[in-house]
């Protein structure tokens, strides 16, 4: 996802000669690649930021291979160990029960938009790419039949536009910024984007900041 078009992700899969998708486990970066190490040129990881969690995003809305995720932490050069003590003791996630994350640890599978794609990913497994949407460069839109659609913006303009999906019409909790409350009613989070609407025609009208997303699925549905 860095220095080239998302729209050339279009046909991403088998026919690029890669790996049956079953045999496959895709991943954005890992221990080795996060630190330079292994072939294979540069690879996003946490300190790209926004850009690391978009490709994530994409990585698990996309049916192609088995997603892995990295959680790991703070580094400033390839050779550092994990956070320790005087003595070099690694220190825990946890202090007192509650979980340290997002400084030292980076947790990256806990980043609010990659934790809550794992559910997009969990509800639209067994379905296929639909209605995949481009403007050409680097705004892309797909669904996962009637299961979740994505709709990614890696400028840094805002769009708007109307897609055709084939989620059932209602409401809907964008998981990029929240999740469903407690009783279904509602979502967590707020703003513009905190749902998405899906209306008779299947169609919804999405207004992605630069650097954005938004994101649906079927669990995600307001009661």
Same mark, same amino acid.
Request: hydrophobic share 30%; charged share 15%.
């Given at each position: 996802?860095?220095?080239?078009?998302?729209?050339?992700?279009?046909?991403?899969?088998?026919?690029?000669?890669?790996?049956p998708?079953?045999? %496959?486990i895709?991943?954005? &970066?890992?221990?080795?690649?996060?630190?330079?190490?292994?072939?294979?040129? *540069?690879?996003?990881?946490?300190?790209?930021?926004?850009?690391?969690?978009?490709?994530?995003?994409?990585?698990?809305?996309?049916p192609?291979?088995?997603?892995?995720?990295? =959680?790991?932490?703070? @580094?400033? &050069?390839?050779?550092?160990?994990?956070?320790? +003590?005087?003595?070099?003791?690694?220190? =825990?996630?946890?202090? =007192?029960?509650?979980?340290? $994350?997002?400084?030292?640890?980076? $947790?990256?599978?806990?980043?609010?938009?990659?934790?809550?794609?794992?559910?997009?990913?969990?509800?639209?497994?067994?379905?296929?790419?639909?209605h995949?949407?481009? *403007?050409?460069?680097n705004?892309?839109? @797909?669904?996962?039949? +009637?299961?979740? /659609?994505?709709?990614?913006n890696?400028?840094? +303009?805002? /769009?708007?536009?109307?897609?055709?999906? &084939?989620? %059932?019409?209602? #409401?809907?909790?964008?998981?990029?910024?929240?999740?469903?409350? %407690? &009783?279904? #009613?509602?979502?967590?989070?707020?703003?513009? *984007?905190?749902?998405?609407?899906? +209306?008779?025609?299947?169609?919804?009208?999405?207004?992605?900041?630069?650097?954005?997303?938004?994101?649906?699925?079927?669990?995600?549905?307001? =009661?």
């Amino acid at each position: 996802l860095e220095g080239q078009n998302l729209s050339q992700l279009e046909t991403l899969g088998e026919g690029w000669g890669l790996a049956p998708s079953d045999k %496959a486990i895709v991943f954005i &970066d890992n221990h080795d690649k996060q630190r330079g190490h292994g072939g294979g040129g *540069n690879y996003l990881t946490y300190k790209h930021g926004r850009l690391y969690e978009l490709a994530n995003v994409f990585m698990l809305a996309h049916p192609y291979g088995y997603p892995d995720l990295m =959680s790991s932490y703070t @580094f400033s &050069d390839s050779e550092q160990g994990p956070p320790a +003590d005087a003595n070099g003791n690694t220190r =825990s996630v946890y202090h =007192s029960g509650q979980v340290s $994350c997002f400084e030292e640890w980076q $947790c990256e599978h806990r980043w609010q938009a990659i934790a809550n794609m794992v559910g997009f990913r969990n509800h639209t497994s067994t379905n296929p790419l639909t209605h995949w949407w481009s *403007n050409g460069a680097n705004q892309i839109a @797909f669904g996962r039949g +009637d299961q979740g /659609f994505v709709v990614i913006n890696r400028e840094s +303009d805002r /769009f708007t536009h109307t897609l055709q999906t &084939d989620m %059932a019409p209602g #409401t809907y909790c964008n998981i990029i910024e929240g999740e469903l409350n %407690a &009783d279904g #009613t509602g979502c967590t989070a707020t703003g513009a *984007n905190a749902t998405v609407t899906v +209306d008779r025609h299947r169609r919804v009208t999405v207004a992605v900041e630069g650097m954005g997303a938004i994101a649906i699925h079927r669990g995600a549905k307001v =009661s």
